[in-house]
């Protein structure tokens, strides 16, 4: 599993007295009645937990950053030298937003805050946050919060230049975080647990933005498996030769047209005693690279087509946080992997495939391969026995249509969708449930097979729920599940924002490991 470049320890020193390169404190917005009443000096409020470092400015450092323009909207950063006021040179004061009305701070704005500022401060060796922590029972999340923020905001791609980058900051080194007490085991199990799950993400984050000549298959299997053994979990891997052999139609199907074959990969963790006695399986697609096949597609942005595997990636890494955390649930990971690429063995629209359920799927389009790969698995992780199962993919266009960039689209057992809503919202991964209209399931009838793959007449209408369909003819009735489709969120084209790099995103692995938390609690 990737570490974290970034360190992150506690610290119950005041603020002011800390000997690190910058500081970061908050700063939120007021509203245009406050600012007028208040003057210039009231256009920012400052944020609890830099007290003594406003004492030290003597009660001038909401006025001087709101003269070097800060406004204190989210995701704003601005830095202002200390001269010598405090230990530390440097102030970064981090935007919050609007003051929360008799409330604790909203988490997801605090862990895109503290990202924002370690990835502004790049080149420092060492940062301390001082930003709001509740004192009461909202504290966990707060601090939570804080310290996944400032590790994912301080993940680079190592890339592919043979050059030095003279421009280039080196991240981040050292974060330590301003807490009440330092000591306190509550807090300092947040660190642990902060630190193992953003270990997971970063990894996904790897995965998702290695060059897909370096991640065929193949040598996605190899990755997944060497880091999986290293943390303990048991492994299972179908090659091309067993997969036929098994039955696994939709998988073969896709993977015929590379030269790089297919696999799928089986993680297993199994906590000691046996724990619940509830099992969960986490389903991912796993398409290295997605030219659409025979269906081909447009040659704009298909680069972007590397990480069609971000699924597989984010189920591959949730497991690893799974073997760190050790819940007491059962939990098996599947990823079906394979390359989509057009050529004489390609699978064809009007091939009907006899898929590991036994169903027959008449293809009418090869850009449709996701939903392919991944019946297999879902039928396979229903086999083994699973009470509950989630998959993840980047499924549809029609998500980022209907829903966005950072908005994943659930379709399933509406329970299991409501709590993937809830454990999204709860880690700043947001989800939305959709439906699944019988009407849509009644278009991809199929005249020489039980379904066909999309709409017959190739609508797209309801695009993102014709993959929720079509999915949910391979998941057995006795299992809870959870579609969970992320064309938009799994990867970010855009600058960097908040805890996001460009490229792989990591959603939604911090989802996945608190409804596996969530089972072990609760059932």
Not at 222 to 250: I, P, Q, T
Not at 426 to 448: F, H, I, N, Q, Y
Request: aromatic share 4%.
């Amino acid at each position: 599993m990737t570490s974290p470049r970034t360190t992150l320890s506690l610290v119950d020193t005041d603020p002011a007295e800390l000997a690190v390169d910058a500081i970061v404190i908050g700063v939120h917005s007021q509203t245009g009645e406050q600012a007028a009443t208040n003057g210039l000096a009231g256009t920012l409020l400052l944020a609890s937990g830099a007290e003594s470092i406003a004492a030290a400015f003597d009660g001038k450092l909401t006025e001087t950053l709101a003269l070097l323009g800060a406004t204190g909207g989210p995701g704003e950063v601005i830095k202002l030298a200390t001269l010598g006021t405090i230990t530390a040179p440097v102030v970064a004061a981090v935007g919050l937003g609007p003051e929360p009305s008799g409330a604790a701070p909203d988490p997801e704005a605090l862990r895109r805050a503290a990202g924002g500022a370690v990835r502004a401060l790049a080149g420092a060796s060492r940062v301390a946050m001082a930003l709001p922590l509740p004192d009461d029972a909202d504290a966990p999340a707060a601090l939570r919060a804080v310290a996944e923020g400032s590790l994912l905001g301080s993940y680079r791609f190592a890339g592919y230049k043979t050059r030095p980058q003279p421009a280039r900051r080196e991240p981040v080194a050292e974060v330590l975080v301003a807490v009440p007490d330092a000591n306190d085991s509550t807090a300092q199990a947040e660190v642990a647990r902060a630190t193992a799950v953003v270990g997971a993400v970063l990894t996904s984050r790897d995965w998702v933005n290695t060059a897909p000549n370096e991640l065929r298959p193949p040598a996605f299997a190899e990755a997944v498996v060497a880091a999986a053994r290293e943390a303990g979990l048991d492994v299972e891997v179908l090659d091309e030769a067993a997969l036929k052999a098994g039955g696994y139609g939709g998988i073969i199907a896709v993977g015929q047209g590379s030269e790089a074959p297919p696999r799928l990969v089986k993680l297993t963790y199994t906590p000691e005693g046996g724990g619940t006695g509830k099992r969960v399986a986490l389903v991912g697609k796993g398409i290295t690279f997605d030219t659409g096949g025979i269906s081909i597609k447009p040659a704009q942005g298909m680069w972007e087509m590397k990480s069609d595997m971000a699924g597989a990636a984010a189920v591959g890494a949730a497991m690893l946080a799974v073997a760190a955390l050790k819940p007491s649930v059962a939990v098996s990971g599947y990823l079906p992997m394979a390359e989509n690429m057009p050529s004489g063995t390609s699978y064809r629209p009007g091939d009907v495939i006899s898929m590991y359920s036994g169903k027959k799927v008449e293809v009418l389009n090869t850009d449709a391969e996701g939903r392919m790969i991944l019946a297999d698995a879902i039928a396979r992780a229903c086999e083994d026995g699973c009470d509950y199962l989630f998959e993840t993919s980047t499924l549809t266009g029609g998500q980022v249509i209907s829903l966005g960039k950072r908005i994943a689209g659930v379709m399933g057992t509406p329970e299991l969708c409501e709590r993937v809503r809830t454990a999204g919202d709860a880690v700043g991964e947001p989800t939305w449930p959709m439906p699944l209209p019988d009407d849509v399931r009644k278009g991809m009838d199929s005249d020489v097979a039980d379904i066909s793959q999309v709409n017959a007449g190739m609508d797209r209408a309801g695009h993102m729920l014709q993959g929720g369909v079509f999915l949910r003819e391979f998941v057995t009735e006795d299992v809870a599940w959870a579609h969970i489709d992320i064309a938009g969120p799994g990867y970010h084209s855009g600058e960097p924002t908040g805890y996001w790099a460009k490229g792989g995103t990591g959603v939604p692995v911090r989802t996945l490991v608190q409804l596996v938390e969530d089972v072990a609690a609760n059932g």
